[in-house]
């Protein structure tokens, strides 16, 4: 028996699944607009952005740069931060 082949829209479709899961629009706009801050600066606005979006961070902790997360689905829910870190 032979086996069908899928069209090239839905090949294309499938690829780009496969290679899009794992980007993350909240964190990336986030880590756009914090950009433009240098490391070590702003960093109380900065935890408090990354809060905002559903990071978990411990009171007393700061971010002092952009984090990049790497994986499937809601990573930013996977990470905890503890106090005073």
């Known amino acids: 028996m032979q086996e069908r082949r899928r069209s090239l829209p839905i090949r294309?479709?499938?690829?780009?699944?496969?290679?899009?899961?794992c980007l993350h629009p909240r964190l990336r706009l986030l880590n756009a607009l914090l950009f433009f801050l240098p490391r070590?600066?702003?960093?109380?606005?900065?935890t408090a952005l990354y809060r905002l979006i559903g990071l978990r961070v411990g009171r007393g902790s700061l971010?002092?740069?952009?984090?990049?997360?790497?994986?499937?689905?809601?990573?930013?829910?996977?990470l905890h931060i503890g106090?005073?870190?």
């Open 40 to 46: 070590s600066c702003a960093n109380f606005t900065r």
């Open 83 to 85: 106090e005073g870190a």
């Open 63 to 78: 971010i002092l740069g952009t984090i990049e997360l790497i994986g499937t689905g809601r990573v930013w829910e996977r």
């Open 12 to 21: 294309v479709a499938y690829a780009l699944g496969g290679e899009l899961h």
